[in-house]
């Protein structure tokens, strides 16, 4: 990620922060209207799930400008996720619903650029849980 793309992305987020608990709802709205099939890997209420998600990504975002100190948190919550169900493709689905739930909750502000932020921001963070989980599946096999 550029610098200039991690400063959009921590910038907008910043103006969800307001809306965080509705945004969060949202995104899982948005998820369950993509993937039905998902709602089954949720075991806890969808407010709680996305209060959890909101400080997740909060966290994520405020450290995008060194994302070696993240990776470590976000290998363990790619491993947490195996016990949910989560495989790899789940997290083009989980991608694309973020995008969505971000287009909605910017509105206006949403644009190519800032939709280019969020998924370099998004496929670092994807594609590092996704290592995580397979070096634990073949570790476990």
Same mark, same amino acid.
């Given at each position: 990620?550029?610098?200039?793309?991690?400063?959009?992305? $921590?910038?907008?987020?910043?103006?969800?922060? *307001?809306?965080?608990?509705? #945004? /969060?709802? &949202?995104? !899982?709205?948005?998820?369950?209207?993509?993937?039905? $099939?998902?709602?089954?890997?949720?075991?806890? *209420?969808?407010?709680?799930? #996305? /209060?959890? &998600?909101? !400080?997740?990504?909060?966290?994520?975002?405020?450290?995008?400008?060194?994302?070696?100190?993240?990776?470590?948190?976000?290998?363990?919550?790619?491993?947490?996720?195996?016990?949910?169900?989560?495989?790899?493709?789940?997290?083009?689905?989980?991608?694309?619903?973020?995008?969505?739930?971000?287009?909605?909750?910017?509105?206006?502000?949403?644009?190519?650029?800032?939709?280019?932020?969020?998924?370099?921001?998004?496929?670092?963070?994807?594609?590092?849980?996704?290592?995580?989980?397979?070096?634990?599946?073949?570790?476990?096999?």
């Amino acid at each position: 990620m550029t610098a200039t793309q991690i400063k959009l992305v $921590q910038e907008s987020f910043e103006q969800l922060r *307001p809306i965080a608990q509705t #945004a /969060g709802e &949202l995104f !899982y709205k948005n998820l369950f209207e993509i993937a039905p $099939q998902a709602r089954a890997m949720f075991k806890t *209420p969808v407010s709680e799930q #996305a /209060g959890k &998600l909101m !400080y997740t990504l909060a966290y994520v975002v405020n450290h995008l400008h060194r994302p070696e100190s993240i990776i470590a948190d976000v290998r363990k919550l790619a491993i947490r996720h195996i016990e949910y169900g989560a495989r790899p493709e789940h997290y083009t689905i989980v991608g694309t619903a973020l995008l969505i739930t971000l287009e909605q909750g910017l509105g206006d502000q949403w644009n190519e650029i800032l939709k280019n932020a969020w998924s370099a921001a998004y496929t670092m963070i994807s594609n590092a849980m996704i290592e995580a989980a397979s070096m634990a599946g073949q570790a476990a096999a």
